[in-house]
């Protein structure tokens, strides 16, 4: 009986054998055919390590003629020649013909003529008499940040009369500073240019009282040494004559004046 025991198992264990040599070989050519037919040969093992085609392909295409390192220096500067249009040269013209700072160079001379048309409280019941000034501005132009001026000097002239409206005066002495006073002013002169407008500040004196000005004027260009300018100037002095009866601290006023500026 134990003979034909150990036969049996010894029959099963060939045949259990064989069969799992049989059928697992099978099984694996079933799955291999099935990528095949699914994604074609290029999953398989052989064909997806060898990549050396491949990367001959991408070398060969990466160093071509057409990609080399001088032509494509030129293909960058016929991009900014072409296709840019001189993008740099259009952006250069403009900031130099719409530039309104004052470039001229040399001494500029200016002369004007004006008359008082505004007057403060102190100078109410005194009439403006027509003046004259004369400035100079020096050759030199400077610069304060975005601010672009010249230095000059002015010298001027002012005068008042006592408005005699409406009464009989027989004698002048009677009037306060004997109907009229006036005198000679100098100041130091900042003018700011932009486009036609000059705007220009000053500080002086105005006979013996401390005083400063300040002016707005639009200018046309008559040639390239002369222009013509219209404007007005508000003049304030601090030390006001004795003989002026008033209430206020200080006298002002304001001209309107026309000038002719000479640049050499």
């Not at 001494?107 to 004006?114: A, D, F, H, R």
């Not at 005066?169 to 009677?174: I, L, S, T």
């Given at each position: 009986?134990?003979?034909?025991?150990?036969?049996?198992?010894?029959?099963?264990?060939?045949?259990?054998?064989?069969?799992?040599?049989?059928?697992?070989?099978?099984?694996?050519?079933?799955?291999?055919?099935?990528?095949?037919?699914?994604?074609?040969?290029?999953?398989?093992?052989e064909e997806f390590l060898d990549e050396?085609?491949?990367?001959?392909?991408?070398?060969?295409?990466?160093?071509?003629?057409?990609?080399?390192?001088?032509?494509?220096?030129?293909?960058?500067?016929?991009?900014?020649?072409?296709?840019?249009?001189?993008?740099?040269?259009?952006?250069?013209?403009?900031?130099?013909?719409?530039?309104?700072g004052d470039t001229r160079l040399g001494?500029?001379?200016?002369?004007?003529?004006?008359?008082?048309?505004?007057?403060?409280?102190?100078?109410?019941?005194?009439?403006?008499?027509?003046?004259?000034?004369?400035?100079v501005d020096l050759p030199f132009y400077?610069?304060?940040?975005?601010?672009?001026?010249?230095?000059?000097?002015?010298?001027?002239?002012?005068?008042?009369?006592?408005?005699?409206?409406?009464?009989?005066?027989?004698?002048?002495?009677?009037?306060?500073?004997?109907?009229?006073?006036?005198?000679?002013?100098?100041?130091?002169?900042?003018?700011?240019?932009?486009?036609?407008?000059?705007?220009?500040?000053?500080?002086?004196?105005?006979?013996?009282?401390?005083?400063?000005?300040?002016?707005?004027?639009?200018?046309?260009?008559?040639?390239?040494?002369?222009?013509?300018?219209?404007?007005?100037?508000?003049?304030?002095?601090?030390?006001?004559?004795?003989?002026?009866?008033?209430?206020?601290?200080?006298?002002?006023?304001?001209?309107?004046?026309?000038?002719?500026?000479?640049?050499?």
């Amino acid at each position: 009986m134990s003979g034909e025991k150990f036969m049996r198992k010894s029959i099963l264990w060939f045949i259990s054998c064989f069969l799992f040599f049989a059928v697992v070989p099978c099984q694996a050519q079933e799955e291999e055919e099935f990528f095949e037919e699914e994604f074609g040969e290029e999953f398989l093992d052989e064909e997806f390590l060898d990549e050396e085609g491949f990367m001959d392909e991408e070398d060969s295409f990466l160093e071509g003629e057409e990609f080399g390192e001088d032509e494509l220096l030129d293909e960058e500067d016929q991009l900014g020649d072409e296709d840019f249009g001189g993008f740099g040269e259009e952006m250069g013209e403009p900031l130099e013909e719409d530039f309104e700072g004052d470039t001229r160079l040399g001494y500029t001379i200016m002369v004007s003529g004006g008359m008082p048309t505004f007057r403060n409280s102190t100078l109410l019941p005194w009439l403006g008499s027509p003046n004259g000034r004369i400035g100079v501005d020096l050759p030199f132009y400077f610069s304060l940040g975005p601010i672009g001026f010249r230095v000059g000097g002015e010298v001027g002239m002012y005068g008042f009369a006592y408005d005699e409206t409406g009464l009989e005066v027989q004698d002048k002495k009677v009037l306060p500073l004997e109907g009229q006073f006036g005198g000679i002013g100098f100041f130091g002169i900042v003018t700011i240019p932009s486009g036609p407008a000059n705007l220009r500040f000053g500080a002086g004196m105005l006979g013996t009282s401390p005083a400063y000005m300040a002016v707005q004027s639009l200018g046309v260009a008559v040639g390239d040494i002369m222009d013509l300018r219209l404007g007005v100037r508000a003049t304030a002095a601090y030390n006001v004559p004795d003989g002026l009866t008033t209430t206020g601290t200080h006298m002002s006023w304001v001209d309107a004046f026309m000038a002719l500026g000479l640049t050499f």
